[in-house]
């Protein structure tokens, strides 16, 4: 299946399409399928008539010059990445403050130049782009980078720049980015931290508990600290005289933080009805991004940090061989984008994840309930209407159950209709009913209303609960809804 992928600002579109692994995408049909394989890139500038088109090297070429561009125009500090026309397809040169040269070698296929045999003998495409352009250009590439479903293997490793290449300057200091260029936030962050004398950090010594585990935890600052990363070692930070670092843009990878710090700094989710319905959205979450399922030597487990909309803004590995094996999970790409908003003061929930050998995921709240959870929202509670409503609900299930059953447990739901007795929600009660759920009509139900079978369930009116029970024998039961058990 062809896939396309867009990343449109007012003076740059972004299109990339291509194809998807058919064998890490056949198992979750319902999600936005992943582009994997990289066929043909189209960039669309406001300032060039057709658009600038290649494959995967050009694409790669061009985030990886407008990336280390972004970083030398916000540090001033020179950046060989930009520039280097002998291995690059793309670079781009600075003109003066406001005009930028973005220049497409012959290498690359393109419509807006000629594209016969002879690379070595034609002219490099030449386009001159305003500040603001250029920061289009570059919000498309960070959209891209953001985007963990469109080549997801294809992450921006942007270094300090050598001290040769630094210099302080009194431009750094008069260097003002108008407050329009998005991208530039935490790249100006890290321009003022620069010009700060560092200090000397001393690693922090861990318990023996804590020494084999990992934590991640993105955070919106822009310069990097020493952080607990598996599989590299802080080094100590001398101080000597101040020399200025390269700005990061914010497609890189962001510092950690420690997830215990967070929790101590923050008031703690601790609502039984709350704790149900988040463990749900982190299920929902991590359930369908676990594709690889084989290869476990033993069961991973984590400690999850999850906010009240649901993100998960951190994790921490609880045995030694859940911290080698972290990549096996979804985890790292699951993690809120630090872009989008800051956690400081919000809630946190905590969830105990264990990705089983068997390939089995189980989610549950940390300390578990406190005491009985209840659906959250609005009930519809008159007894005549509540009778009518499971007639229908029945009547609607028992017509869509055509598969012959293969599970040999009974499977049971919540399910939840509003007055007019169309779904509005539903909820796996056992593991038997996560495994199989697509032996039943429900997700069909709820996908036909919302166009989704990930879509939020509609918690905005009165709605009647049920439990549902398929059994093996072809049984169905429809009964009012008790609680949970």
């Known amino acids: 299946m062809n896939i396309q992928r867009k990343y449109s600002l007012p003076n740059c579109t972004l299109i990339l399409e291509g194809l998807s692994d058919v064998g890490r995408a056949t198992q979750f049909q319902e999600l936005r399928p992943e582009l994997s394989i990289l066929v043909n890139a189209e960039c669309y500038l406001s300032c060039y008539q057709q658009p600038i088109s290649g494959g995967r090297e050009f694409f790669e070429s061009l985030v990886r010059a407008v990336s280390g561009y972004a970083q030398e125009f916000l540090s001033f500090v020179p950046n060989p990445q930009a520039h280097n026309h002998e291995s690059e397809l793309v670079e781009l040169q600075k003109i003066n403050s406001n005009r930028h040269r973005l220049i497409i070698h012959s290498e690359a296929e393109g419509e807006g130049f000629n594209s016969n045999a002879h690379h070595g003998q034609q002219s490099p495409l030449e386009i001159d782009l305003n500040t603001v352009q250029l920061f289009d250009l570059v919000e498309a590439v960070d959209q891209f980078f953001a985007d963990s ?60 508990e804590e020494q084999q585990s990992s934590t991640s935890i993105p955070t919106p600052t822009a310069t990097p600290i020493a952080a607990e990363t598996p599989g590299i070692t802080p080094t100590p930070v001398v101080a000597e005289t101040p020399t200025p670092i390269a700005a990061e843009t914010p497609q890189t990878k962001l510092p950690v933080k420690d997830l215990e710090t967070l929790l101590n700094t923050v008031p703690e989710i601790v609502d039984p009805s709350q704790l149900r319905a988040l463990n749900r959205q982190v299920y929902n979450q991590v359930h369908p991004a676990w594709s690889d399922r084989s290869g476990l030597s033993q069961d991973l487990v984590y400690r999850l940090g999850v906010a009240a909309d649901g993100s998960i803004v951190g994790y921490k590995a609880l045995n030694e061989e859940a911290n080698k094996a972290i990549d096996q999970t979804p985890l790292p790409n699951l993690l809120y984008n630090p872009a989008n908003r800051r956690i400081a003061n919000e809630p946190i929930a905590q969830f105990k994840v264990v990705f089983t050998q068997k390939g089995v995921l189980q989610v549950s709240p940390w300390r578990g309930y406190a005491t009985t959870p209840e659906v959250v929202g609005t009930k519809i509670t008159d007894s005549n209407t509540v009778k009518e409503l499971n007639r229908k609900l029945y009547s609607t299930i028992r017509q869509g159950w055509s598969l012959t059953p293969t599970f040999k447990k009974d499977l049971k739901y919540r399910v939840a209709v509003n007055q007019n007795g169309v779904i509005a929600d539903y909820e796996p009660l056992n593991q038997v009913a996560f495994d199989n759920f697509r032996e039943t009509p429900l997700p069909q139900m709820f996908e036909s209303v919302y166009g989704s079978n990930v879509a939020a369930p509609n918690n905005k009116e009165a709605l009647a609960h049920f439990q549902v029970v398929f059994k093996p024998s072809g049984k169905l039961e429809v009964t009012s809804w008790q609680g949970y058990r």
Do not use: D, M, N, W
């Open 149 to 208: 479903q469109t080549l997801p293997e294809l992450c921006l490793e942007l270094h300090p720049v050598t001290k040769r290449y630094g210099g302080t300057s009194q431009a750094l200091i008069q260097q003002a980015v108008p407050a329009t260029l998005g991208a530039s936030s935490l790249a100006a962050a890290a321009i003022a931290l620069s010009l700060i004398p560092v200090p000397q950090v001393r690693p922090p010594e861990l318990k023996p």
